[in-house]
T-cell receptor, first 113, second 114 residues
Framework: EDKVVQSPLSLVVHEGDTVTLNCSYE??????LLWYKQEKKAPTFLFML????IEKKSGRLSSILDKKELFSILNITATQTGDSAIYLC?????????????FGQGTRLTINP | DSGVTQTPKHLITATGQRVTLRCSPR?????VYWYQQSLDQGLQFLIQ???????AKGNILERFSAQQFPDLHSELNLSSLELGDSALYFC?????????????FGPGTRLLVL
């Protein structure tokens, strides 16, 4: 059964700290791994990773994928209160001619001022 | 604003009833995905349609069905509703059915079954 596990489930840090969120997966026919940020509404897309070892970066956020060890990390530096959200990791698998997206349970990140 | 629209925003109904949720994808997107997000289950993939045809099925109950119309909007039908069906239902769209496509989520429909 396809599985995506995120850790930690919840994280509370102070503004300015750096955080690392983890996502490990076991799926058949891996295609890509995606990170989303969900505040009080719909998830918004952050990154898509398809190749191992390549870092995707956007401002204070960066992510890397390790296809050999089947995990990804999302790093946020110099955190701000606006970074408080649930961060979702999803893995795209291709099975029986169709794409399927499997989500992890999310990491709830709280940034205290 | 992702460009994906969903109606209604909120829906309150009773057990045993049937409801229809509607989704309009981003302009030009051919794929529509439905997800259910509840407090205890997290985000669960339900079903995907591409250009009017079903392409993938996830954890969708037999009481639920969906379809995509020629104008590419999609409807998710939930019948014989149970208390446990209370959740946030998201629709997402992407341009193709192929791998590596980014999905854009709508604002969701919050369903409460009493």
């Amino acid at each position: 059964e396809d599985k995506v596990v995120q850790s930690p489930l919840s994280l509370v840090v102070h503004e300015g700290d750096t955080v690392t969120l983890n996502c490990s997966y076991e799926v058949t026919n891996f295609r890509s791994l995606l990170w989303y940020k969900q505040e009080k509404k719909a998830p918004t897309f952050l990154f898509m990773l398809t190749s191992s070892g390549i870092e995707k970066k956007s401002g204070r956020l960066s992510s890397i994928l390790d296809k050999k060890e089947l995990f990804s990390i999302l790093n946020i530096t110099a955190t701000q209160t606006g970074d408080s959200a649930i961060y979702l990791c999803a893995v795209e698998a291709f099975s029986r001619g169709a794409q399927k997206l499997v989500f992890g349970q999310g990491t709830r990140l709280t940034i205290n001022p | 604003d992702s460009g994906v629209t969903q109606t209604p925003k909120h829906l309150i109904t009773a057990t045993g009833q049937r409801v229809t949720l509607r989704c309009s994808p981003r302009s030009g997107d051919l794929s529509v995905y439905w997800y259910q997000q509840s407090l205890d289950q997290g985000l669960q993939f339900l079903i995907q349609y591409y250009n009017g045809e079903e392409r993938a099925k996830g954890n969708i109950l037999e009481r639920f069905s969906a379809q995509q119309f020629p104008d590419l909007h999609s409807e998710l039908n939930l019948s014989s509703l149970e208390l446990g069906d209370s959740a946030l239902y998201f629709c997402a769209s992407s341009a193709t059915q192929q791998g590596g496509e980014t999905q854009y989520f709508g604002p969701g429909t919050r369903l409460l079954v009493l």
